[in-house]
T-cell receptor, first 111, second 116 residues
Framework: LAKTTQPISMDSYEGQEVNITCSHN???????ITWYQQFPSQGPRFIIQ???TKVTNEVASLFIPADRKSSTLSLPRVSLSDTAVYYC????????????FGSGTRLLVRP | NAGVTQTPKFQVLKTGQSMTLQCAQD?????MYWYRQDPGMGLRLIYY???????DKGEVPNGYNVSRLNKREFSLRLESAAPSQTSVYFC???????????????FGQGTRLTVV
C-alpha cells in the first residue's frame, strides 16, 4: 500500500490561500489520490479526488505532477471554519480500495 | 436519507465485557469500513468489507471481529474489551467502481467507547 507523508500542522490567516502537500512515492499505477477533511467530533468528509494533472471543485483544487509522487491540496481564501485536519489518501484497484488514513495535517486558521 | 448510521453513540464497558457496534448504510454501497481514532491521532483501519460476504483485516484488527450481515449492515464486535480499546469508532461506506474508482467514503457520526 502506498504510504503518504504530510506536514503535521500548518498555520494560516483568514483570506489566504493554503497549500498542503502530500508525498506518496510508492503510488501504484491504478491508485487515485483523495483528500478528506475532519472537524472535531465528526467523521471525515470527502473533499476531492484526482488521478493526474489538476482537478478543481467548489471547495478546493488538487494539483498532481506528472510523476504522481506527490500532490498538493489548495484551499483558496480560507476562513476560520476551514480549521480542521486534512488527510491525504492513496487508494485504488491494486489496493482493493482499502482507505488508509495517515496522521493528517492540522490546519489552524487565525483571524 | 440517513447515510451511515452507527449505534450506540456512547458506551462505557468494564474490562472483559463484550459488545457489538452496529453500522448500517442506506446508499446501496458495496464497501464498508471500521476505523478507530484515538485522541489527537489519525484514523486507523480495523477491518473492511469490499463487498457483501467478504471481510478483510486492516491495520489494527487484533481484539476485534466483524460480520457483514448483508449489503446494508457491517458490525464490529469486541469479545473481551480492554482499556486500550478506548477510542472513537467510525464506520464508513463507499462505492468503488472499476477503472475510475470512487474513493469517496461516507462516515457515520462515530461511537465513543470507554473501557474502564
Amino acid at each position: 500500500l502506498a504510504k503518504t507523508t504530510q506536514p503535521i500542522s500548518m498555520d494560516s490567516y483568514e483570506g489566504q490561500e493554503v497549500n498542503i502537500t502530500c508525498s506518496h512515492n510508492n503510488i501504484a499505477t491504478n491508485d487515485y489520490i483523495t483528500w478528506y477533511q475532519q472537524f472535531p467530533s465528526q467523521g471525515p468528509r470527502f473533499i476531492i479526488q484526482g488521478y493526474k494533472t489538476k482537478v478543481t471543485n467548489e471547495v478546493a483544487s488538487l494539483f498532481i505532477p506528472a510523476d504522481r509522487k506527490s500532490s498538493t491540496l489548495s484551499l483558496p481564501r480560507v476562513s476560520l471554519s476551514d480549521t480542521a485536519v486534512y488527510y491525504c489518501l492513496v487508494a485504488g484497484m491494486d489496493s482493493s480500495y482499502k482507505l488508509i488514513f495517515g496522521s493528517g495535517t492540522r490546519l489552524l486558521v487565525r483571524p | 436519507n440517513a447515510g451511515v448510521t452507527q449505534t450506540p453513540k456512547f458506551q462505557v464497558l468494564k474490562t472483559g465485557q463484550s459488545m457489538t457496534l452496529q453500522c448500517a448504510q442506506d446508499m446501496n454501497h458495496n464497501s464498508m469500513y471500521w476505523y478507530r481514532q484515538d485522541p489527537g491521532m489519525g484514523l486507523r483501519l480495523i477491518y473492511y468489507s469490499a463487498s457483501e460476504g467478504t471481510t478483510d483485516k486492516g491495520e489494527v484488527p487484533n481484539g476485534y471481529n466483524v460480520s457483514r450481515l448483508n449489503k446494508r449492515e457491517f458490525s464490529l464486535r469486541l469479545e473481551s474489551a480492554a482499556p486500550s480499546q478506548t477510542s472513537v469508532y467510525f464506520c464508513a461506506s463507499s462505492e468503488p467502481t472499476g477503472r475510475h474508482p470512487n474513493t469517496e467514503a461516507f462516515f457515520g457520526q462515530g461511537t465513543r467507547l470507554t473501557v474502564v
